[in-house]
């Protein structure tokens, strides 16, 4: 069974930092992973999907690796902004079409 | 508004009533999915449809819950007898899906439900 663990669970930076979120999953034999902002109450976006075969993907501000082999992934967000406050998701996606997520890190950019 | 719709947004109920939970996927959307989330987790696998057949279901939906898909286009979800446990969002979502390819998912609002 998968499991996903996603380190910090919380974490605070000033705005303008760089910062690293990191996921940890026990099944390497995944299809593809997505990364997941969530605001508070609210529903899921989708930040970044790696197919399995990627290294990595880049969207503005962010960008996100994969290492299939170690079963890890990371999330880089540059010049953190107030607005990145929330909570990330990590989900790596077996050979079926279910999604298995992390309980995420939540995210708070202090002004 | 293109998206992922889900209706209604917030639901109180008390224990032992029957609710019911609607979700629009995106247009042409072939696949769709129901999740449930608790306060401090990440959403959990239901079960998910591929046009109007449902493909599969979760040890999480006990037979007081049950979803469906009719015409292949909108979902609901049914929970009969609520208990306090089944307190959660409700998350659905949609993608389109080809043999052999996992797309992206698209998520839609949620449901909150709270029974008292």
């Known amino acids: 069974k998968q499991e996903v663990t996603q380190i910090p669970a919380a974490l605070s930076v000033p705005e303008g930092e760089n910062l690293v979120l990191n996921c940890s999953f026990t099944d390497s034999a995944i299809y593809n992973l997505q990364w997941f902002r969530q605001d508070p109450g609210k529903g899921l976006t989708s930040l970044l999907l790696?197919?399995?075969?990627?290294r990595e993907q880049t969207s503005g501000r962010l960008n996100a690796s994969l290492d299939k082999s170690s079963g890890r992934s990371t999330l880089y967000i540059a010049a953190s902004q107030p607005g990145d406050s929330a909570t990330y998701l990590c989900a790596p996606r077996p050979g079926d079409d279910k999604i298995i997520f992390g309980k995420g890190t939540r995210l708070h950019i202090l002004p | 508004d293109t998206g992922v719709s889900q209706d209604p947004r917030h639901k109180i109920t008390k224990r032992g009533q029957n609710v019911t939970f609607r979700c629009d996927p995106i247009?042409?959307?072939?696949?769709l999915y129901w999740y449930r989330q608790t306060l401090g987790q990440g959403p959990e696998f239901l079960t998910y449809f591929q046009n109007e057949a449902q493909l599969e279901k979760s040890r999480l939906l006990s037979d007081r819950f049950s979803a469906e898909r009719p015409k292949g286009s909108f979902s609901t979800l049914e929970i009969q007898r609520t208990e306090q446990g089944d307190s959660a969002m409700y998350l659905c979502?949609?993608?389109?899906?080809?043999?052999?390819?996992?797309?992206?998912?698209?998520f839609g609002p949620g449901t909150r439900l709270t029974v008292l």
């Open positions: 247009s042409e959307h072939n696949r």
């Open positions: 790696i197919q399995s075969s990627q």
């Open positions: 979502a949609s993608s389109f899906g080809l043999a052999g390819r996992l797309a992206e998912q698209f």
